[in-house]
């Protein structure tokens, strides 16, 4: 019993043929969730399959890549899926935002402005924005087909009548090109606003799901919203306490067994350039 | 000072060496042999090639050693494993009419062409601890047939068909679908439920078919019969032009007869539920065939009131890797998720709070 | 003798597809599309790039009659194992070449409201490309690009303003120039300059 040698990036090269096919309808429609047969792979569905999968079809030798989870790059399952792409693509990789060319990420888009020539690719666990509000794929996707996006609008309402506002924080819905409601994947709403006229190709990629879908460069992206509640985002009452920036997102590290918190950015490496380390 | 944490590279890979030597155990008892696993752990082997769909003892035998007999994380290894073999084609469709059969049953009749033949099987075992196999005691060696089963057993399902009593199988025109080719979309042919019934979790099959039996979307059933045994796998290459026979297989297939359907003008007619898996698995493909029966519920024109009959319900969470993965990645960091709820729930109480204050100090 | 597709089919065909995927997610923009395959006359090497990235034995291609040869048809028989149709409704890649004959972008495949993504794409050959027929605007676009092909006339034109009015159904077109490539989505919104 032999190991098998494996291809460039892990997958064969027709099923890199279907997933790129499914990528440019992807493109051409965007916010529209293209079906695609989704492979196993080698590390768990809801473990960034999906993202695995769309990163493997568009990875090239030349390229660099960054991976973050939950913002940062030393997090576990971003270690790990580095490894993979490094193991199997022989890909160079880093960890400055800047220096990507394809960015894979869970739950984050990095404080750094993006440019033309990055991807940056989301890990999606449920693609589907009304799926929590209608089970049915059949149902939703008659939604879709008809623009009928009334069930969102009143679950948003909802929240409102009864908290005093829009009770969503992540995988907060947005509108793309103005013509399909879509899932962002569980980034806080704090990152909504860099989805929409970002230079950068954003790709989705939900494995278990099986489904792919796309932002193309300078498209519009309108959180949903009402005139008298309008979309707004999370703010903290103090900077990050490394690097002082009063403008990311913060994650609270608790210190103590005494309630102590402390706020730091839970984008590593945008952190560490704030501090001048790098 | 507070330093975020560092090294989670080297943690991974502490992590995987703990794993390694917890799988080996205690390094003074022999390692267990895939031998050993492929031909004494059978049944096991069985269901990891039937929910890995992938027909490979010595694989199975692998995976199960590698997954320290997790058979879910052995199911999945072997699907990842498929991911990356090649696909020549498809086989002819098996003969299971020509199966030489190891075991085969009726609850139907009593007697049947061909006779029932019970083969190696649970059923009628006293459930007592066997504490001889503790002392590794090799067993007497069991009588057999004098002469090879007939090959060519009648099914019993069409003994009654030909009374005109038993519907015939529906056969949809045009090659069948193909699960791992195209994502399943809604509503899903026959061909396409089987199939993901086929490599769907034995557990949730064998509760949805419990379900069922209990009255969530009752389907009167009876086991017409249950065989067990060999049959040939054929295959035609491209530029042959004709099939070849390139293997053996062992299968089980079940077919049940269900609640009849007809009216005071149509002859009513008795109904079907199909299952069929790899290997000797019994449970599996009756619960298999009890579920299949279910989702034929619009097909048959009844009511859909069952989680058994629900077709989205049931081919979206019949698979054990999916569920699992999408389970466990709970375990993930889910810290920005969670932080961008604290702000919420905080502020949230704090508004509250205000209002209050102020509510108390305008009376 | 069959002319040979990629020498190294993972790195060529990636190195295709970004380009490809790129243009797509630009319209409008012209990108290089190197490759180091050969092609049997009229076919040009870009627009043989295209089909072995992206066509295989799942992906029907028709053939407009000027590219329909024996050659061309093996050659994308042998390295894409694609089947070639003569029924323009069924294809999922559609080769044409520009100012020569090609279906009516309304009688392809166009998806459907459920599933607009089940359509064709028509990869059609170019002698270049050369701003002044459109201009276009939309998805991918930071706020217009002008854009033009040679040989395209205005009822290219006008057909593809109609494609664009059906979306989200609709077809996409890529354009292969000698060595180029550029792509015309159905989400481009196009407005025709009065010079063409």
């Known amino acids: 019993m032999n190991a098998p040698a494996y291809n460039f990036a892990y997958l064969n090269e027709q099923t890199k043929r279907m997933i790129r096919r499914a990528i440019l309808k992807a493109i051409a429609v965007p916010g529209y969730q293209v079906p695609f047969a989704s492979r196993e792979m080698p590390m768990p569905y809801g473990w960034g399959t999906g993202g695995v999968q769309v990163t493997a079809a568009v990875l090239t030798p030349e390229d660099t890549l960054k991976v973050i989870d939950q913002g940062a ?17 022989g890909v160079a990789t880093t960890e400055r935002t800047e220096e990507a060319s394809v960015i894979q990420t869970r739950h984050r888009i990095p404080e750094a402005p993006l440019t033309e020539e990055q991807i940056l690719v989301f890990q999606v666990p449920i693609p589907e924005p009304l799926r929590f509000l209608e089970p049915r794929e059949t149902e939703t996707r008659t939604m879709h087909a008809l623009e009928e996006y009334g069930v969102m609008h009143v679950k948003l309402y909802e929240d409102i009548a009864q908290y005093g506002e829009i009770a969503t924080t992540y995988a907060y819905p947005a509108k793309v090109a103005d013509r399909y409601v879509f899932d962002p994947s569980p980034i806080p709403k704090f990152d909504n606003p860099k989805l929409d006229n970002c230079p950068a190709l954003q790709l989705f990629g939900a494995g278990r799901e099986k489904r792919i879908y796309a932002v193309p460069p300078y498209t519009k992206v309108k959180s949903l919203d009402f005139e008298d509640h309008p979309f707004e985002v999370q703010s903290w009452s103090e900077p990050c306490a490394l690097c002082g920036s009063c403008h990311s997102f913060l994650d609270e590290i608790v210190m103590d067994d005494k309630g102590t918190r402390m706020f730091v950015c839970s984008d590593s490496d945008f952190c560490a350039r704030q501090r001048g380390e790098r | 000072m507070y330093v975020a944490v560092k090294g989670g590279e080297q943690a991974i890979d502490a992590a995987h060496r703990l794993l390694d030597e917890e799988r080996r155990g205690d390094r003074s008892l022999p390692q267990v042999t895939l031998d050993q696993i492929a031909e004494q752990l059978t ?3 069985d269901r990891v090639m039937n929910e890995g769909s992938l027909y490979d003892r010595e694989l199975a035998s692998l995976a199960i050693k590698q997954a320290r007999g997790d058979m879910i994380e052995a199911i999945f290894l072997i699907r990842a494993t498929r991911t990356t073999l090649a696909r020549f084609g498809y086989a002819e469709p098996l003969d ?8 085969r049953i009726s609850a139907a009749f009593k007697d049947i062409p061909g006779g029932q033949i019970l083969g190696p099987t649970f059923d009628y075992t006293h459930r007592l601890l066997d504490f001889s196999l503790a002392a590794d005691a090799e067993p007497a060696e069991a009588a057999r047939a004098p002469s090879e089963l007939r ?5 019993v399902l069409e003994l009654l068909g030909s009374e005109g009593l038993m519907e015939q199988p529906s056969a949809e025109a045009g090659e069948p679908e193909d699960l791992t080719q195209d994502p399943l979309n809604f509503p899903a042919g026959r061909d396409l439920r089987l199939q993901n019934l086929a490599r769907g979790d034995e557990g949730f099959l064998l509760a949805l078919a419990y379900s069922t039996q209990r009255g969530y979307g009752r389907t009167h059933p009876f086991a017409g019969e249950i065989r067990l045994g060999t049959v040939e796998v054929s295959f035609t290459p491209e530029e042959l032009g004709f099939p070849i026979v390139i293997g053996e297989i062992t299968i089980t297939e079940c077919e049940m007869i269900n609640q009849f359907k007809g009216s005071t003008t149509v002859k009513p007619q008795f109904t079907r539920g199909y299952g069929l898996g790899f290997g000797q698995c019994e449970r599996k493909v009756m619960s298999m065939a009890l579920v299949d029966r279910s989702l034929r519920a619009g097909e048959l024109g009844e009511e859909r009131v069952a989680p058994a009959q629900d077709e989205e319900f049931v081919l979206s969470h019949s698979d054990n890797v999916q569920a699992t993965g999408f389970v466990e990645h709970l375990k993930l960091p889910h ?6 709820e604290l702000v919420l729930l905080r502020r949230m109480r704090a508004e509250i709070d205000i209002a209050k204050d102020r509510l108390e100090a305008a009376e | 003798m069959t002319e040979r597709g990629f020498l190294d089919v993972a790195m060529q065909s990636a190195h295709a597809f970004r380009a490809i995927m790129q243009a797509v997610a630009r319209p409008g923009r012209v990108l290089e599309l190197g490759s180091d395959l050969e092609a049997p006359d009229p076919l040009l090497s870009s627009a043989a790039a295209v089909a072995l990235t992206l066509c295989d034995f799942q992906t029907p291609i028709w053939l407009a009659p000027e590219l329909r040869n024996e050659n061309v048809i093996h050659y ?7 089947p070639v149709t003569d029924e323009p409704g069924k294809a999922q890649f559609l080769f044409a070449m520009a100012g020569e004959t090609w279906p009516a972008p309304a009688l392809l495949m166009q998806g459907t409201h459920e599933y607009p993504d089940r359509s064709a794409t028509l990869v059609i050959q170019v002698a270049g490309f050369a701003p002044g027929d459109v201009v276009l605007s939309g998805p991918g676009i930071l706020s217009s690009e002008p854009f033009g092909v040679a040989g395209l006339n205005t009822s290219f034109w006008a057909a593809m303003v109609e494609n664009h009015a059906r979306f989200p159904i609709g077809i996409d077109v890529i354009f292969a120039a000698p060595g180029l490539v550029a792509a ?13």
């Open chain 1, 73 to 89: 790059d030393d997090t576990t399952n971003a270690v790990s899926i580095r490894k993979f792409f490094v193991k199997t693509a």
């Open chain 2, 43 to 45: 049944l096991a082997v």
């Open chain 2, 96 to 103: 299971t009419q020509s199966m030489r059969v190891k075991r």
């Open chain 2, 151 to 155: 090959s060519d057993m009648p099914r």
């Open chain 2, 335 to 340: 810290y920005v998720d969670f932080q961008s």
């Open chain 3, 76 to 82: 994308l028989r042998f390295h894409a194992g694609a």
């Open chain 3, 184 to 196: 015309l989505p159905r989400a481009t919104e196009i407005r025709l300059l009065e010079s063409v």
